[in-house]
């Protein structure tokens, strides 16, 4: 019997990589975690292997660490990679980018190097529809100019989408696909994975999901008046097992297919602040209480995907919708109120 191909999740213990490791495992491939645990813990991987019935291996570093990099491709040998290691918070980005700059970008730029070193030459990137910036109509196809990203968070996505497309040019064994998420949101339906935001949330769904469960007061809503139906921002919300889904039709379609190719992973519909509010009450039978205040600076008033592409080219298409997103959510955060610190999720 073949062995089972052996996929390297960069980031696999965080909110995205956690749900990619179990869909992975549960469709017959090895995994090999390499993680810091900057923004997670090794508990996401435990409840992993609880729900798949086998472990992935685990291996905490860095990836910016070239010898511990070397000695994981060295060890077994790797057929593809998926690459969810970064931070992410954008206003921290905005404090100190060069953090952001050093830890995406060369974080990728060693990646790469390792990867070429070994023999692998597949790679999925975890970008984000931020660089299409603030898009001038929506749906945003990926043909869409890219637009301006408003923070370094998003300028590192951007280079590095950059860093991977003229890597490709330069040698053909290369086969990277980039792709664009919209707001991912929800959480594995038997609540065991979800997401664990460092202090407070910045991204909506996690804040009201914090409401909800009393550990935080009120949402703030940041504005009311932006060229939307109700005034609020318009998102394109898509559960995490779909967007996960999303990672391994996307290696499969890299078997058969050289060079870079892009494709957006969301739903194709488009919600408000105000959508996702009364959504979540419905799901969570509680009252959410909220006040109007000023925009948030950088914010977008619409942003939603075609995803047209991505179902021609990989056969994916999200098929959760918005009250499983939020009954998903609230069962989470509801069984794990301090998230993976939480002990009553057994
Ligand atoms: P996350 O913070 O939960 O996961 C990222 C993981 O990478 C964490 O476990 C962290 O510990 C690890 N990590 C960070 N730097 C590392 C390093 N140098 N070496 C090893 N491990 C490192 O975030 P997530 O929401 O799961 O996002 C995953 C990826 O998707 C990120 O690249 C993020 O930028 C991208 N993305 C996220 C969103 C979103 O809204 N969640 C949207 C678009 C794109
Ligand atoms: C959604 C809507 C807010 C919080 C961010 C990053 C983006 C991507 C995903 C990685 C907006 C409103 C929010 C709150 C609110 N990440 N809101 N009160 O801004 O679309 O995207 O996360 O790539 O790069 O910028 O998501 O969840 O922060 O906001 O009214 O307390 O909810 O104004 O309209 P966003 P979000």
Not at 86 to 112: F, H, I, M, Q
Not at 119 to 143: K, M, N, Q
Not at 197 to 222: D, F, H, M, T
Request: net charge neutral.
């Amino acid at each position: 019997m073949l062995p089972s191909p052996h996929i390297l999740v960069t980031g696999g213990a965080g909110y995205i990589g956690s749900h990619t490791v179990l869909v992975l495992l549960q469709s017959g491939f090895d995994v090999t975690v390499i993680d810091n645990l900057s923004n997670s813990s090794d508990e996401s991987l435990s409840r992993v292997a609880r729900l798949a019935g086998k472990s992935p291996r685990f291996v905490k570093a860095d990836i910016r660490e070239r010898g511990q990099l070397s000695a994981v491709f060295a060890e077994r040998p790797v057929s593809a990679v998926i690459h969810f290691a970064g931070l992410k918070a954008v206003g921290e980005s905005v404090r100190v980018p060069l953090r952001y700059y050093d830890n995406n970008v060369v974080g990728t730029l060693r990646l790469c190097e390792a990867m070429a070193e070994h023999g692998v030459f597949t790679l999925v990137f975890s970008s984000s529809a931020t660089v299409y910036g603030d898009p001038a109509t929506v749906p945003i196809s990926e043909d869409q100019p890219l637009g301006t990203p408003t923070n370094p968070y998003g300028r590192s996505k951007l280079m590095i989408e950059q860093l991977l497309t003229d890597l490709a040019a330069s040698d053909a064994r290369w086969k990277v696909a980039l792709l664009r998420y919209f707001n991912p949101v929800g959480a594995h339906e038997s609540g065991l994975i979800g997401e664990d935001p460092n202090g407070i949330p910045n991204n909506l769904l996690p804040y009201i999901a914090q409401v909800a469960g009393g550990k935080l007061r009120e949402l703030s809503v940041w504005g009311n008046d932006y060229p939307t139906p109700d005034g609020t921002g318009v998102r394109d919300y898509i559960h995490v097992v779909d967007l996960a889904e999303g990672h391994l039709c996307a290696l499969n379609a890299l078997q058969t297919r050289p060079g870079v190719g892009i494709w957006n992973l969301g739903t194709g519909r488009g919600y408000s602040v105000f959508d996702m509010l009364q959504a979540f009450e419905a799901a969570s039978g509680k009252t959410i209480p909220y006040r109007l205040a000023p925009r948030r600076s950088g914010d977008i008033a619409m942003c939603f995907a075609d995803p047209s592409r991505a179902e021609r080219e990989l056969g994916w298409r999200a098929s959760r919708g918005l009250q499983a997103m939020m009954e998903d959510t609230w069962r989470w955060q509801s069984r794990n109120p301090n998230g993976y610190r939480s002990s009553t999720a057994g």
